[in-house]
């Protein structure tokens, strides 16, 4: 064979080096998630053009994108799995018409606050709430304008609180607070003061225009109780209190 036609030393290391270049330029590519680079990282694996070092090398390179595609696609799996056990929580932990918490998130709540309350030795109230003259209009409109109702006036409280208090529904058309960092039991019934007012304002309905109005009873720790169940229990006979005295109004616990 004549010299002239054999490849010279430095010739195969410039071809390499353009293999090589070639490689590292798909492999770029293929790790920026462009589809198209991996199939052309596939087809190196097989060219037989290409120097065997460079094929094994882009077969390494294929396997561990296959290999890191497949952990993403785990991790997503597994991300999607959490998510919706999230949700499911959620769902689970809050009353499903208001969007509120509901009762036994609600207990867990009054448990916290009332350790809370103990440990830094800080007032706190827990407000219960009926809504009067709920039953007459669920039973003339329907439960649907029943339903709209509940969601609306579930607003109107979250609108009246403040950011550290918690609002619920426990059920029906029994709702409850729980109110903390506060100075006065007269800055405590600000608060239910708004509630009552917002809950006098008519409701529009899609059916037409209702009122309601609200009996709200209050119960204050220190005083009313020495734990959460009892301070709920005299929140609640508080509240039937005001429905005996003529409803629509606020009554604080007497024992």
Do not use: W
């Not at 009353?95 to 609600?106: S, V």
């Not at 407000?127 to 409109?141: M, T, Y």
């Not at 609002?167 to 039991?185: H, M, T, V």
């Not at 119960?219 to 209190?241: H, I, Q, R, V």
């Amino acid at each position: 064979m004549n010299d002239k036609f054999k490849p010279t030393q430095s010739n195969v290391c410039r071809d390499l080096e353009n293999q090589v270049s070639r490689l590292l330029n798909v492999a770029k590519k293929v790790a920026g998630k462009k589809q198209k680079s991996v199939n052309s990282l596939t087809a190196m694996t097989g060219d037989r053009s290409l120097h065997p070092l460079v094929r094994d090398l882009a077969e390494t390179i294929a396997l561990m994108s296959v290999e890191i595609e497949a952990r993403e696609y785990r991790v997503e799996l597994i991300i999607d799995d959490l998510l919706k056990k999230q949700a499911d929580l959620e769902q689970a932990m809050h009353d499903a018409l208001t969007g509120l918490p509901n009762r036994a998130i609600f207990h867990e709540h009054l448990n916290k606050f009332f350790e809370a309350a103990v440990r830094n030795k800080k007032p706190l109230a827990v407000v219960f709430i009926d809504l009067d003259n709920f039953k007459p209009i669920n039973d003339s409109l329907g439960h649907d304008a029943g339903d709209e109702l509940l969601v609306m006036v579930g607003k109107r409280i979250l609108k009246s609180i403040r950011s550290s208090d918690v609002a619920a529904r426990l059920g029906g058309d029994e709702f409850a607070l729980i109110l903390d960092q506060f100075s006065s039991k007269k800055e405590a019934l600000l608060v239910c003061n708004r509630v009552l007012e917002e809950l006098k304002t008519p409701f529009p309905l899609k059916a037409g225009e209702v009122s309601i109005g609200g009996s709200i009873g209050v119960s204050f720790f220190p005083g009313d109780a020495d734990n959460p169940t009892s301070l709920l229990k005299s929140a609640d006979m508080a509240m039937y209190s005001a429905k005996s005295k003529g409803r629509n109004q606020i009554r604080c616990y007497k024992p």
